[in-house]
């Protein structure tokens, strides 16, 4: 079984950075997207960024020039590089991988505080 597990959230000023991670363990191919949400107080996850196997990546309007998705397939982890923050990036965020087949997987979500 495949679990998702991100780290490196907390507390941060704003203009200052911080870096997720999400690893994954359990049998898990290259061939995943694997992607960033985040979940303000509100009821809705919203897409950050992705990036495929192929290394393509995408980001949503509101993070574009500030964050930056990677990923190291033999660690089977994919990093969120977070600069320039605001407080309004304050959220809980979760990662998720999606195979080709269409199987999703979620972690369990790590806060973001953006606060001075």
């Known amino acids: 079984q495949v679990q998702l597990v991100e780290s490196g959230g907390g507390l941060a000023q704003p203009g200052g950075s911080l870096r997720l991670s999400c690893v994954a363990s359990?049998?898990?191919?290259?061939?995943?997207?694997m992607s960033w949400f985040r979940q303000d107080p509100g009821p809705e996850r919203k897409f950050v960024a992705d990036i495929t196997s192929a290394g393509s990546s995408a980001y949503a309007d509101s993070v574009k020039g500030r964050f930056t998705i990677s990923r190291d397939n033999a660690k089977s982890t994919v990093y969120l590089q977070m600069n320039s923050l605001k407080p309004e990036d304050t959220a809980t965020y979760y990662c998720?991988?999606?195979?080709?087949?269409?199987?999703?997987?979620w972690g369990k979500g790590i806060l973001v505080s953006v606060s001075s």
């Open positions: 998720r991988f999606r195979t080709r087949y269409g199987m999703v997987h």
């Open positions: 359990g049998s898990i191919s290259d061939d995943v997207t």
